[in-house]
């Protein structure tokens, strides 16, 4: 997964590299000038004969007078003329290193370039914003700056990292969270509210969460508050019984608050560390829908919100998570179908854009395919 920046920042590296202006070095400028300087001179004060035809008569040069102009010439240098360097010698090595070019990014060939590394990131997921960033703060990193031209694709690379590594939100530790409540308010369980659009597999997600905190020694409960949609309460009853995690419901068209509220009773009562409550997926669009699960949050006063979208839906997830953040301010973000994202520019767009971590990403259908988001080895499937 998260292929983009794997697959083709390497080759906009190198069409950038090409168009990179040469840097010459004072030493071998100096020389040139030295050697213009001696070329002057050399009209002015050596005459060299050379051999020419007159009619069928041929007139040789004179080889003592030619021996004599040539240690002439010689000493005009500051430097005795040498024999080339042979393998194997320092000269050669000397040689081959001054080969070793340095180019310099100027801001008009970055400026033309940039416009085609914004269109990748676009293309890959990357909002914007975010894409705007990236290209001003690369720009900032590498224009002007004298790089070894073998080094350029490194060069951008690394900058390209520390900037990106830069605009994902750092995620806190949801295990640390839950035990520090527990440890301060041990009568008290821990709320997690759930919220996202239909067909994300949020109900899934919410399981897979469960089972995680599940392995991690927590008890749990899930609060089937999405009463509306058809069939949603008893897929949850069934995720519940295939995790060993009770469920608690009421009839489809009850209130969702009230269901979620009756979960955290039962939690009180039985002493269970964490009160999962799933909520109906709305679409961010909803007004009234959104007010539906703003009163869902202000009645069952969860200690974590978090918004289930989709990595695969790029700029829409974005606009979701903006629209939920506003309706009940989100914690953190959990994304789904990860393991199919082959372009990452919804994992690198929403956090920033929302100032929100993402938590978790979906990894697949079974329970335990669900990893807690780990930047370095984000960057690292990035190519970076």
Known sequence: MFKFLKEKIGNWAKKITEKAEPVESPKKK????????????????????????????????DLEKLQEKTQELQSLTEEPLKEEPKPGSRGFLKKITSKITKVKISEKEFEIYSEELRMLLLENNVAFEVADKIIKELGEEIIGKELLKKEIEFEIKDALKKIIENILIEPFNIVEKIREKIADQPKVPYVILFAGINGTGKTTTIAKIADFLKKKKFSCVLAAADTFRAASIEQLNKHGERIGIKVISQQYGADP????????????????????IDTAGRMHTSKNLLKEIEKISKVCKPDLKLFIGESITGNDSVEQAKSFDWAIGIDGIVLTKADVDEKGGTALSVGYITKKPILFLGTGQEYSKIEVFDKKKFLKELGL
């Open 257 to 276: 608050a009230a269901v979620g509220f009756d979960a955290i009773s039962y939690a009180k009562k039985n002493f269970i560390n964490c009160v999962l």
């Open 30 to 61: 100096e020389k040139s000038e030295k050697e213009i300087t001696i070329s002057k001179k050399e009209e002015k004060q050596i005459e060299v004969p050379v051999q020419y035809n007159v009619g069928a008569h041929k007139f040789e040069p």
